[in-house]
């Protein structure tokens, strides 16, 4: 599959809120990387927050002890949030093999876990708290290589604006989802319309309205008054 279908198919995932994590994740893997972690820093509690990693590879306990303590000194961490907004952090160009042998975080949780290398970057929210995500590379294989760091560089715009996207689309999808359950018990016939009046979204109570009214009708896909 080429770049730009990996790319639009993972816009389509964020825009629909289906299965986007899936599809963040085999697009994460063209990359070099076998998992991700993304998530917003809780100051007031000095752990992560919203946190959201690979699916289906039984990562909840790990990421549990990870935010229970791990990541309070996970020197990656300091590096990506130090580097800026937007900007590709290879941990193997900041910490020696030195560091890591004597390195609490890496001997006792992410070596064990059979990770070892990661590509970060920060990237920028609505309220300035900026979203951290980890490319994270087992510990079988070498580090990233300079192609990895250079392909991983040309879509990080992407990963981040759909990233964005599909958090916008979470909270648009739990917003109709209570307006639905809403109008349905108070049995409301809702509509929505554009500027041509032509019908982008109608509840149940409307399609029914417009089957068995006489006064309103679909007519090529916009909203009719017919006459008495």
Avoid at 122 to 134: I, R, V
Wanted: proline share 2%; aromatic share 10%; charged share 20%.
């Amino acid at each position: 599959m080429s770049s730009d279908h990996r790319i639009g198919d993972l816009y389509e995932s964020a825009m629909r809120h289906e299965f986007f994590l899936e599809t963040f994740q085999r697009t994460i893997q063209t990359l070099g990387a076998d998992c991700f972690h993304m998530y917003t820093w809780d100051e007031s509690r000095n752990m992560p927050a919203l946190s959201s990693y690979t699916p289906g590879m039984n990562l909840d306990a790990l990421i549990g002890i990870y935010e229970q303590y791990y990541a309070a000194i996970d020197p990656r961490r300091a590096l990506v949030d130090a580097a800026g907004t937007g900007q590709l952090v290879l941990c193997q160009e900041h910490l020696s093999d030195q560091y890591v042998s004597r390195s609490e975080f890496f001997q006792d949780f992410q070596i064990p876990a059979g990770i070892r290398y990661l590509m970060g970057v920060k990237f920028a929210t609505p309220d300035n708290k900026g979203l951290l995500l980890g490319l994270l590379r087992s510990s079988d294989r070498k580090e990233y290589s300079s192609a990895d760091k250079e392909n991983a560089k040309s879509i990080l715009h992407h990963l981040g604006r759909s990233i964005s996207l599909w958090h916008e689309s979470k909270h648009l999808h739990r917003n109709a989802a209570i307006g639905n359950e809403l109008t349905a018990n108070m049995g409301l016939a809702l509509f929505a319309l554009n500027r041509e009046r032509k019908i982008v979204y109608a509840n149940e109570y409307a399609e029914n309205l417009i089957k068995n009214s006489a006064e309103l009708k679909s007519v090529g896909g916009h909203l009719v008054a017919v006459d008495a």
